[in-house]
């Protein structure tokens, strides 16, 4: 009989890599990682690693073998769902990964929803980048994340987890004001610029498009302020400067949004930020300009959790906290 706990240390190594990064997510000692794989293979009956000096490949048997693993976890995730859902009434620790503009516009309302209606949940909230959701989900660090994705740089599929989406919001080029006599108003604006499509007319054209390359050509020679590398948020201007045909000159790279928006406000440089990193006073000297793209935030789970009465009512408890401006733009019940 296969024995659960090391099929998921297969399925580990095959998303990441290598058995110290599998021994570090889990805090195992590589030694212990071996050691259970080896007696996987055992278990099996045949090879599932080949073992080249210090690196390892999974052999077709063992990507075989993960792709069960896959199914047998979900099941397992459906089976505590269902155990959970006959106790009677919600208690205990339900670990929450949240990116920092949710952490600080949505999640607060949401704990508040979710201590009324179930006050013996303990509701834990780690800041967790996006790009670190998967693996943290997958090791049971966190019951459930909040994920993000743009319209250019989309989310790719992740074994072994599902996500809901929850909302959309707008995108916008902040440059510095001519003058910096009017702080900028807030809430940040909420309909297109005057260049833009309607976004309400069928034949607008997607993401992007003639209008949005003009805005951001415009700035071609600016210096940029972008996310640091290796987070979507990076990604998604770099790409949208390339779709409009430049690189951008990075100056700053700061993943704050409030900074990010002082910085452009004394002239340090331009920036694409999210409609969330602009709710709230960001000084003055700061202009915003609609774009044709959007972020979109979804609630991130094991696959099979997504019955799981404590992962149920914080789905619930987030998308009564979702503020009307956002429930508009695309959310899907």
Known sequence: MLDVRRLRLLRELARRGTIAAVAEALSFSPSAVSQQLSVLEREAGLPLLERTGRTVRLTPAAQNLVRHADAVLERLERADADLAEARSGLAGALRIGAFPTATRAIVPAALVHLARRHPGLEPMVSETDPAAVAHALRA???????????????????????????????????????TATTPMSVPAPTVPAPTDPDPADPDAPPAGGPAQDAVLRAHRDDPWITATPGTLCHAMTVRACRAAGFTPRVRHQVDEFATVLALVAVGQGVAVVPQLGVTGPAGPGVNLVRLRMERRTKIAFRGGAGAHPAVAAFTAALRAAVPPDLAAARAEA
């Open 140 to 178: 049971g660090d966190l019951d459930v994340a909040l994920v993000h994705e743009y319209d250019l740089v989309p989310e790719p599929p992740e074994p072994g987890l599902a996500t809901r989406p929850l909302y959309g919001e707008a995108m916008y080029l902040a440059t510095p004001a001519p």
